[in-house]
């Protein structure tokens, strides 16, 4: 069943494996999938590849994102590209994160915070954002000087409450909901009961091999969410 909700997902070319999987899973939701690449450090062609045959739409970037995603101007590249999918609602979604519940986020402006454990504001792994908010939040951005230490998600965040916008944060919850974050090699149990899995996080004793380890990941816990949607 086809969601209301269009995905946006932010990815270079340290992302390869990962994206696919991000990919793979907001299809089987049917969710719309676009695909922010890095033009400084593309995607490989053969994952740009993969991308369009899941029905993907792939668009590479030049704004500037200083690692991992920081910087005034970055905030405004992410939410320009929001926009530039023409949807009324759009997800961010990290190309390390499997999205598990697009009807919690299909309101728009709707984010995932930490009020216990690990205290946050908000969490840049998956938010969304209704049209109107990013336009609003957008207009408040251009006016503010470039701080290119900002991390996206808090200075994005900041911008929507700016607006006046309602919005509705998901608290982190570990008997569920919210965004989780997930350590290698854990179990598979009950993922679904979450918003959003994110999968970015280094194991205790570091990574082997970043992206084989978070893309097998990826690939074990989604096909635990996959089975228990509806058409299973």
Request: net charge negative; with cysteine; hydrophobic share 40%.
């Amino acid at each position: 069943m086809a969601s209301s909700l269009t995905a946006a997902v932010f990815a270079y070319a340290g992302d390869a494996l990962p994206v696919i999987e991000c990919v793979r899973h907001l299809t089987q939701l049917g969710v719309r999938a676009w695909v922010f690449d890095d033009a400084d450090n593309r995607l490989p062609g053969w994952v740009q590849g993969s991308l369009w045959r899941m029905g993907a739409a792939y668009h590479a970037t030049t704004f500037p994102r200083r690692g991992n995603l920081n910087g005034t101007a970055c905030a405004i590249g992410i939410l320009e590209s929001m926009l530039s999918t023409g949807a009324d609602v759009v997800a961010k979604i990290d190309a390390d994160t499997l999205l598990v519940a697009p009807d919690a986020f299909a309101g728009g402006n709707v984010g995932c915070c930490s009020t216990g454990t690990n205290r946050r504001d908000t969490f840049g792994a998956c938010y969304s954002i209704r049209r109107e908010t990013v336009t609003a939040a957008l207009a408040i951005l251009r006016g503010m000087p470039d701080d290119p230490a900002a991390p996206e998600d808090l200075t994005i965040w900041s911008a929507i409450r700016a607006t006046g916008h309602s919005f509705e944060m998901i608290d982190h919850d570990p008997a569920g909901g919210g965004l989780a974050a997930v350590p290698i090699g854990s179990p598979v149990d009950r993922p679904e009961r979450f918003a959003a899995l994110t999968f970015g996080n280094p194991p205790t004793r570091g990574w082997t091999d970043r992206q084989l380890q978070v893309a097998l990941e990826m690939r074990r816990f989604a096909s635990g969410i996959d089975e228990s949607l509806p058409d299973h």
